[in-house]
């Protein structure tokens, strides 16, 4: 006796599923750092207890976000005229961003040389705001684990 069994999909079918899924994911990660990204900014330039006399320090802090070494988004802006800032961060985000050529990378900089300095005089440039995306990002890469689990 022979069981005929008919599919009720096919391959293609599945294989568009399994990219939608795929899309999914992808977009919910970016969204997720990019939320990390904006917080950790917003954060560091509104919250450090130093006095940034040029702007420079401040224009420094930004965030990059890659996709297999591909830059997807990103936050530099100028801060008190403080352009040469600017361009530190940029810098040490294309700098950092060498060592992860593959996954999805976060990235985030105070691009002045200085900083460093200025944190070891007990000032806090981005250290707060660094502990702080950590957890977030710990937070969000469980709750993507949870939702990948429970997809059926």
Do not use: H
């Not at 079918?13 to 990204?37: E, H, M, P, T």
């Amino acid at each position: 006796m022979v069981i005929k069994v008919k599919p009720k999909y096919t391959a293609e079918q599945i294989r568009q599923v399994l990219a939608d899924r795929v899309a999914k994911l992808d977009k919910a990660i970016i969204s997720n750092f990019r939320y990390i990204g904006e917080k950790f900014v917003k954060n560091a330039r509104e919250n450090g207890n130093y006095t940034d006399r040029t702007g420079n320090l401040r224009s420094s802090i930004g965030y990059v976000i890659l996709k297999n070494g591909a830059q997807v988004k990103e936050n530099f802006r100028s801060v008190s005229g403080g352009k040469d800032g600017l361009n530190q961060a940029k810098q040490s985000a294309k700098d950092a961003a060498k060592a992860f050529p593959k996954g999805y990378v976060l990235i985030v900089v105070a691009g002045m040389d200085y900083a460093a300095a200025v944190e070891s005089r007990g000032y806090d440039v981005i250290s707060s705001s660094s502990t702080q995306a950590k957890e977030d990002l710990r937070v969000a890469i469980e709750g993507l684990k949870k939702r990948i689990d429970n997809v059926r």
